[in-house]
């Protein structure tokens, strides 16, 4: 028996770069969607996904240009694809989204670059304030236009 072997036999050592598993199932937590994925590639805590799930996980879709989704489309490095798989946590690192592995379960935060898109996209309830003269003006009066709202309280 090789020296090698025998101690990976025995568990004194372990080796260095985790080899690829056989796909297996997993679960992906995103925004408040729960993903139960029937194929999944797991390195350590690194995570691949089948391509053709991605849409389902973060709305992102594999194209030539990279992983688009809506109007953004961010390019993505040979090291992030390989044949039919996705590496969704390699992505991750690479837009800067936090995420945590556990159990067969990981769970992403927001995506940095599409967070703006959801901010702006927010409509804020009418409401109404009397102006300076006194006269009632209400947020909706200002609809397609630009409004900045300044408030103060004394607590």
Same mark, same amino acid.
């Given at each position: 028996?090789?020296?090698?072997?025998?101690?990976?036999?025995?568990?004194?050592?372990?080796?260095?770069?985790?080899?690829?598993?056989?796909?297996?199932?997993?679960?992906?937590?995103?925004?408040?969607?729960?993903?139960?994925?029937?194929?999944?590639? /797991?390195? $350590?805590?690194? +995570?691949?996904? %089948?391509?053709?799930?991605?849409?389902?996980?973060?709305?992102?879709?594999? *194209?030539?240009?990279?992983?688009?989704?809506?109007?953004?489309?961010?390019?993505?490095?040979?090291?992030?694809?390989?044949?039919?798989?996705?590496?969704?946590?390699?992505?991750?690192?690479?837009?800067?989204q936090s995420y945590v592995a556990g159990a067969?379960?990981?769970?992403?935060?927001?995506?940095?670059? /599409?967070? $703006?898109?959801? +901010?702006?996209? %927010?409509?804020?309830?009418?409401?109404?304030?009397?102006?300076?003269?006194? *006269?009632?003006?209400?947020?909706?009066?200002?609809?397609?236009?630009?409004?900045?709202?300044?408030?103060?309280?004394?607590?």
């Amino acid at each position: 028996m090789l020296r090698r072997d025998f101690l990976l036999a025995s568990g004194t050592v372990a080796l260095s770069a985790a080899a690829p598993t056989p796909p297996s199932s997993g679960t992906v937590l995103y925004g408040d969607r729960t993903i139960a994925l029937d194929k999944v590639r /797991v390195e $350590g805590d690194e +995570l691949w996904v %089948r391509s053709p799930d991605l849409p389902r996980i973060n709305e992102f879709e594999v *194209k030539p240009q990279g992983a688009c989704r809506a109007d953004v489309c961010i390019p993505l490095s040979k090291n992030l694809k390989q044949g039919d798989w996705f590496h969704l946590t390699g992505f991750a690192r690479q837009i800067h989204q936090s995420y945590v592995a556990g159990a067969g379960v990981w769970s992403f935060g927001e995506i940095p670059v /599409v967070r $703006g898109e959801f +901010l702006n996209s %927010r409509i804020a309830p009418d409401f109404a304030v009397p102006d300076r003269q006194g *006269k009632v003006v209400h947020l909706s009066d200002f609809r397609g236009k630009k409004a900045l709202i300044v408030t103060w309280a004394s607590w």
